[in-house]
C-alpha cells in the first residue's frame, strides 16, 4: 500500500537557518503530493502541493519538489523565522481502495522549534 | 467563509462507553474524510464521503466504528463501547470533489480521551 517516510524530529534551528525536511514515498498510482503545516493551537493546513512529476508548490518561502525518480517530496526554506515553529506534515492522495476515495496518507509529522 | 467544524472540542469518556462525534463540512464540499491522529503518530484515514455514493469504510479499525452522512451535510462518526486504545484526536476534512489533486480543509478537531 501507500506510505510516506519522513524525517523525524523534533528539529531545532536558529532564526534565518536554512531548513530541510526530507519525504518519501511510495505509492502503487500516480500521486498528488502535499505538505500540510499545524501551528501550535491551531488545525491542519496546507502549506504547499505538486501534483505531477518536477512540479514544484511554493508558498510562504517554503518550497518543495516532486521527484519521481527519487520517489521523494523534500521541504526546503531558505531562511527560517520563530513563526515557522510548528509540525510539518508531508502527505500524498492517491486513488484508495474503494472508488476514488483519494484520502491522504500522512507521514508522522517533524516537529520544528526556531529559536531566535 | 466559514471553515470545517467540530464537536465537542474534547470528549472525556470511560472505557465502554458509546461516543459520537460531530462535523460540519464546507457548504458545497461533496467529499467529506474523517482522520484519526494519535499521539506522535500521524493521520490516519477512517472513512471517506462522497455524496449519495456508498462510503469507502476501509480505514475503520474495527466494527466499534461507524460513521454516517446525511447528504452533503454533517457527519457523524460513532464508537461504540470505547476502549483506552481508542484516545486520540478525531479530525474531519472536507473537499470540493474528489480528485488526488483536491486540497483538504481540516477541521480543529475532537480529542477523545478514554479513561
Known amino acids: 500500500g501507500d506510505s510516506v517516510t519522513q524525517m523525524e524530529g523534533p528539529v531545532t534551528l536558529s532564526e534565518e537557518a536554512f531548513l530541510t525536511i526530507n519525504c518519501t514515498y511510495t505509492?502503487?498510482?500516480?500521486?498528488?503530493l502535499f505538505w500540510y503545516v499545524q501551528y501550535p493551537g491551531e488545525g491542519l493546513q496546507l502549506l504547499l502541493k505538486?501534483?505531477?512529476?518536477?512540479d514544484k508548490g511554493s508558498n510562504k518561502g517554503f518550497e518543495a519538489t516532486y521527484r519521481k525518480e527519487t520517489t521523494s517530496f523534500h521541504l526546503e526554506k531558505g531562511s527560517v523565522q520563530v513563526s515557522d515553529s510548528a509540525v510539518y506534515f508531508c502527505a500524498l492522495s492517491d486513488r484508495g481502495s474503494g472508488a476514488g476515495s483519494y484520502q491522504l496518507t500522512f507521514g508522522k509529522g517533524t516537529k520544528l522549534s526556531v529559536i531566535p | 467563509g466559514a471553515g470545517v467544524s467540530q464537536s465537542p472540542s474534547n470528549k472525556v469518556t470511560e472505557k465502554g462507553k458509546d461516543v459520537e462525534l460531530r462535523c460540519d463540512p464546507i457548504s458545497g464540499h461533496t467529499a467529506l474524510y474523517w482522520y484519526r491522529q494519535r499521539l506522535g503518530q500521524g493521520l490516519e484515514f477512517l472513512i471517506y464521503f462522497q455524496g449519495n455514493s456508498a462510503p469507502d469504510k476501509s480505514g475503520l479499525p474495527s466494527d466499534r466504528f461507524s460513521a454516517e452522512r446525511t447528504g452533503e451535510s454533517v457527519s457523524t462518526l460513532t464508537i461504540q463501547r470505547t476502549q483506552q486504545e481508542d484516545s486520540a484526536v478525531y479530525l474531519c476534512?472536507?473537499?470540493?470533489?474528489?480528485?488526488?489533486?483536491?486540497?483538504?480543509?481540516f477541521g480543529p478537531g475532537t480529542r477523545l480521551t478514554v479513561l
Open positions: 505509492a502503487t498510482g500516480y500521486p498528488s
Open positions: 505538486a501534483t505531477k512529476a518536477d
Open positions: 476534512a472536507s473537499s470540493l470533489a474528489q480528485g488526488a489533486h483536491r486540497e483538504q480543509f
